[in-house]
């Protein structure tokens, strides 16, 4: 059986990988882009953003994983918590 797939979370999260490799390899550092930098204390860039962004995905996607597992039982949710996949 195939797990259903959201690919709005996926369009979403792959999004964020991207403007956190944007924001963590600007180029230069000597010559930012300024979107790229992060806002004095009192204003938002979009550089300041991927950190919720991403927090905003991981709980998403636990959301529709959580429930699956709990109907699987303990073992299940133990084996694919300690299982070390390469």
Known sequence: MMKQRYYSLDVFRGATVALMIMVNNPGTWAHMFAPLKHAAW???SPT????PFFLFAVGNAMSFVIP?????GPAVFWKKCLSVQC
């Not at 300041?48 to 950190?51: E, R, T």
């Not at 699956?68 to 699987?72: G, S």
């Open 48 to 51: 300041d953003l991927v950190f």
């Open 68 to 72: 699956r597992l709990q109907e699987a």
């Open 42 to 44: 009192h204003g938002c």
